[in-house]
């Protein structure tokens, strides 16, 4: 989702033939598409239309080394696809996308439907530096990275807010230890009212961005003292205490509540700890309070028609096993009873692989995309209950 130190979305060689947890049985999984290119964000529209943003697999050049992820090639792979009694096909083409060797993906990550059945996406990334990477990319390559766009009813995508440039210029975390130079991963998005909120996983924030395009910052997400991973090279000391390390709360996903609140989940960052992600309320003028935790790495919220709300964790497991043991990144859905409580679970099992997004439709069905770090291989999965 940003950089190593705010919870980079890892790109991992899939670990196969590895004995798996099988799907919950109930709900029911179906495939409802597949060969999708890194899916993220999910959406569905009043007519019934499901758009999926893809967030593309790169390209053959130009290839430059980021600041953090390593070699990175571009290329105009991203997209926005919209799905129709079964059918898929990519409605905006040509987006930017950039690929690391290790399958690091940054391009189109989320997208929604407003009220008035307008579609708004987001083309994320950077990551570290900001605008100020994506405008040194050579040949255009990061032309369109960082920006808010909204779909016109001709078809045409319009550039409504640079947030990768707000980022670079407002840094609103900058007082956050090790977050002093800026950082933007645009992530999560939800139409609201006004216009459209953003949460920003490189920037620590939620941002709102009006009709007219203005930003404003709604909220900065705290850092978190955990205790520092062991190291398997040693031998432990059982009478220290542990070390206590910062972590980035790396906001991911955001939607707005029954109550009008707004509601945003949380990667979090290195050492990813098992349960150590929450949901955040943010009632505007407010600080941030948590609304539910004992989560692990939150990719997407969303709430039903009854008001519970449903939790995509990328990796139920966390990233660090993933990073460090080899573990299958198996994801897996969530949900939190209307009003607040426990979360208990809905599904996971194979079929919810590295998920990227999640929908809920107005039958309680629920859409989530999947296989998000295997260009290619993506799949949007439909759970009915």
């Given at each position: 989702m940003g950089s190593t130190r705010?919870?980079?979305?890892?790109?991992?060689?899939?670990?196969l033939g590895l004995a798996l947890p099988t799907a919950a049985q109930d709900p029911t999984i179906e495939e409802v598409a597949t060969g999708l290119h890194s899916p993220r964000g999910v959406a569905i529209g009043p007519d019934g239309t499901i758009y999926v943003a893809e967030a593309g697999a790169g390209g053959e050049?130009?290839?430059?080394?980021h600041p953090e992820l390593g070699n990175m090639c571009f290329g105009p792979?991203?997209?926005?696809?919209?799905i129709v009694d079964g059918t898929a096909s990519r409605i905006v083409e040509g987006l930017p996308s950039g690929l690391t060797d290790n399958g690091e993906v940054i391009g189109p990550s989320d997208v929604t439907v407003d009220g008035e059945g307008t579609v708004w996406f987001l083309a994320g990334g950077p990551g570290a530096g900001a605008a100020e990477f994506r405008d040194a990319l050579p040949d255009g390559a990061g032309d369109g990275i960082g920006f808010l766009n909204r779909l016109g009813a001709d078809g045409t995508a319009e550039r409504?807010?640079?947030l990768a440039a707000y980022e670079t210029e407002q840094n609103p975390d900058a007082d956050q230890p090790g977050n002093e130079e800026p950082d933007s991963n645009i992530n999560g998005l939800a139409a609201s009212d006004a216009g459209a909120l953003v949460a920003d996983a490189g920037g620590n924030d939620l941002l709102a961005v009006a009709a007219d395009g203005s930003i404003s910052t709604v909220a900065v997400f705290p850092l978190s003292m955990v205790p520092a991973p062991p190291d398997p090279s040693v031998e432990a000391d059982p009478s220290a205490e542990p070390q206590m390390i910062p972590m980035d709360p790396v906001p991911t996903s955001v939607a707005v509540g029954p109550d009008g609140a707004y509601y945003v989940g949380e990667l979090t960052g290195f050492p990813f700890p098992t349960g150590g992600?929450?949901?955040?309320?943010?009632?505007?003028?407010?600080?941030?309070?948590?609304?539910?935790?004992?989560?692990?790495n939150i990719i997407d919220v969303e709430?039903?028609?009854?008001?519970?709300?449903?939790?995509?964790?990328?990796?139920?497991?966390?990233l660090l096993g993933v990073l460090g043991a080899g573990a299958p990144p198996i994801g897996a859905v969530m949900a939190v009873p209307p009003g607040g409580g426990q979360a208990e679970m809905v599904a996971t099992g194979e079929q919810l692989m590295a998920l990227g997004g999640l929908a809920v439709a107005d039958d309680g069905s629920i859409l989530v995309s999947a296989n998000t770090l295997m260009p290619g291989a993506g799949t949007l999965v439909k759970?009915?209950?």
């Open positions: 705010r919870g980079v979305v890892i790109g991992v060689a899939m670990a050049a130009p290839c430059v080394v792979s991203g997209a926005i696809t919209a409504i807010a640079d992600a929450a949901v955040y309320r943010v009632a505007p003028g407010e600080e941030p309070s948590v609304y539910a935790d004992g989560f692990t709430f039903g028609p009854d008001g519970t709300l449903y939790v995509a964790e990328m990796v139920h497991e966390g759970l009915t209950p």
